[in-house]
């Protein structure tokens, strides 16, 4: 049987998801609008504060916990004692084993990356993922990449309803979906599955990872962390995604949909059901 | 005749918009893809450096411009002395007649905005934008915001082409488009604006501003510094987004698309040919 595995101490301060508001339309009738919630919620490390994150507020553990680990500011689970979010406060208190050493230089160098910066460490993070090898024995077939891509559209509940947010899913190279997350900051979504993937001792070497919106630079870097082989989107890319994608040899594919996409790297790992082609005219 | 804006000394070193790379679709087909360009841009206030954006690099020194007076770190045009981007360095040095003071105060404070965070100081944003008046002394009718809803179609020549930029017009209340900038970060977008803005000595507070992201909080918080009373999305719009657009009385349009919109807040700048009607069942 499988170890269980180590939990923190948790609150569970999910907020609601959406709320309503009034708007009136070009024909000037009252049309009640559902709204994503959008919360600021401060991260203090072992009371000392590092970040607002804007978010929807749906899975603030996870976030902070997943923030922490993509940001390379705590190293392992276990180094968790505690998790404590107060919405009163606005605030989540992070308590650690031992406080994280050289905190202010590891905040300092920001980054606003492509539209959703979160001050990564940019510079330190390149070289790790120069270091970074991910897994080559696995393999995605289309009718599995298919099956993910359908699935999706049913768990999009709050893009649905109120739309403004962004989600994510981590799934299986059988295309069953693990959890999906979705949240009004595109980060918050990776940064969340993250913290489940540590609370729940999910390995993502053998993983896909789907997110609704696009492949930029720092979207390759955190999956590539997080050591995910497969990387899906519905949306397109940016030229620093595609150059990041291509030194870490992961397989990116965007604008998948229905029964489409376009593979930009890593294609030694699909399991591709159509002869290989030249090109199109 | 009106006095001819001050102009700092200004490099124009524009990057191209679009790359290609090659793909391969679902049928093994190789399908060369336009991606949207996205490169590092450390800006440095009088030697001093501040931060690193990533952007399509089309319009850097607006960018730049827009970037300092959004964020409160540059208080008038006439105070920039110089704005120079140098690609090889991936630099923009911007030279002030006196550096800016308290500049280690000003940047400290950091918030990571919904999907799109640039560390604003949100606290002392704030407090400014309660004290902000918008005009109420102009209006925009619909046919004109269904013209300039059209004009925006024929400006989104990058989206069109590679996807994964977002898009910002100025415009006036007649539906005419003053200037449109796209870029792969939502910010830089209206940031290039509001430096535009600056460059050719355009004030906002008969204007209309439209964006194809969404309505969050800081999108409002920008507009309102930019003192322009309308703000018009295609896309929907979070809670924050609403509140702070209450809070403003900013005219808020969401989901315009086609003849179509709902008007969230500010209703009274609005000249709509429909009557005034009942909830909808």
């Known amino acids: 049987m499988a170890k269980k595995p180590y939990r923190p101490q948790l609150t569970d301060a999910a907020k609601p998801a959406t709320f309503e508001v009034e708007a009136v339309n070009e024909r000037g ?16 490390l072992d009371k000392r504060e590092l970040v607002t994150l804007m978010t929807l507020g749906h899975a603030p553990e996870a976030l902070a916990l997943g923030y922490l680990r993509n940001q390379r500011l ?17 605030s989540c208190a992070v308590t650690t084993r031992k406080s994280v ?32 090898k991910l897994r080559n024995d696995v393999s995605l077939g289309d009718e599995q990449l298919f099956t993910l891509v359908d699935k999706v559209r049913k768990y999009e509940t709050i893009y649905k309803q109120a739309g403004a947010v962004h989600g994510c899913a981590l799934a299986t190279c ?52 997080m050591r995910i ?21 992961i397989t990116m ?15 030694q790992r699909l399991l591709s059901t159509a002869p290989r082609q030249t090109a199109i005219a």
Chains 1, 2 share one sequence.
């Not at 705590?74 to 606005?90: F, H, N, R, S």
Request: aromatic residues 8%; negative net charge.
């Open 29 to 44: 009738e009252m049309v009640p609008t559902a709204v994503a919630g959008e919360h600021p919620l401060t991260l203090y």
């Open 74 to 90: 705590v190293g392992a689970l276990k180094d968790v004692v505690a998790v404590q979010v107060d919405w009163e406060t606005e």
């Open 101 to 132: 050493k050289d905190l202010k230089r590891k905040m300092g160098k920001r980054t606003v990356t492509s539209g959703c910066g979160q001050g990564t460490m940019f510079g330190n993070l390149m070289e790790e993922i120069e270091r970074i």
């Open 174 to 225: 059988e295309g069953e979906i693990l959890m999906f997350v979705e949240d009004v900051g595109r980060h918050n979504a990776v940064d969340a599955i993250a913290g489940y993937m540590w609370l729940q001792g999910i390995d993502g070497s053998d993983k896909v990872f789907y997110t609704t919106g696009r492949l930029t630079s720092e979207m390759v870097i955190k999956c590539a962390q």
């Open 229 to 249: 082989p497969f990387l899906v989107s519905r949306s397109g890319l940016t030229q620093m995604g595609h150059e990041i994608a291509q030194k870490t040899g």
């Open 253 to 267: 594919l965007g604008r998948a949909s229905g029964r489409h996409y376009l593979a930009f790297t890593g294609r």
